[in-house]
Nanobody, 121 residues
Framework: QVRLVESGGGLVQPGGPLKLPCAAS????????MAWFRQAPGKEREFVAT???????YYADSLKSRFTISRDNAKNTVYLQMNSLKPEDTAVYYC???????????????WGQGTQVTVSS
């Protein structure tokens, strides 16, 4: 019954920042874990970051220095703040929700429609 809508994608120059929101509706916001994944054309879906009440946050090793996941309870929204973007960050970014924190996409029950992020000059 969780519904997810991510947005905020678009075109950004290398080195620039971009912030993606994921608005959630359904069960109480604190009752499930949230995560971000991304998928580039021809590549496997890749874990980016996750947030839960039990262990807070966890990031992919290659991204943790540039990406930050956060939450706004008033807006029932989780954000992915991306900094120092590189062309290889170009992908469709997906928001996901599940009963507990995980880094495997198959363990998440609900998914947003995805938002395209393109990093190019």
């Amino acid at each position: 019954q969780v519904r997810l809508v991510e947005s905020g994608g678009g075109l950004v120059q290398p080195g620039g920042p971009l912030k993606l929101p994921c608005a959630a509706s359904g069960p109480p916001f604190t009752n499930y874990a949230m995560a971000w994944f991304r998928q580039a054309p021809g590549k496997e879906r890749e874990f980016v970051a996750t947030f839960s009440w039990s262990i807070t946050t966890y990031y992919a090793d290659s991204l943790k220095s540039r990406f930050t996941i956060s939450r706004d309870n008033a807006k029932n929204t989780v954000y992915l703040q991306m900094n120092s973007l590189k062309p290889e960050d170009t992908a469709v970014y997906y928001c996901a929700a599940g009963s507990k924190l995980a880094v495997v996409s198959g363990l998440y029950d609900y998914w947003g429609q995805g938002t395209q992020v393109t990093v190019s000059s």
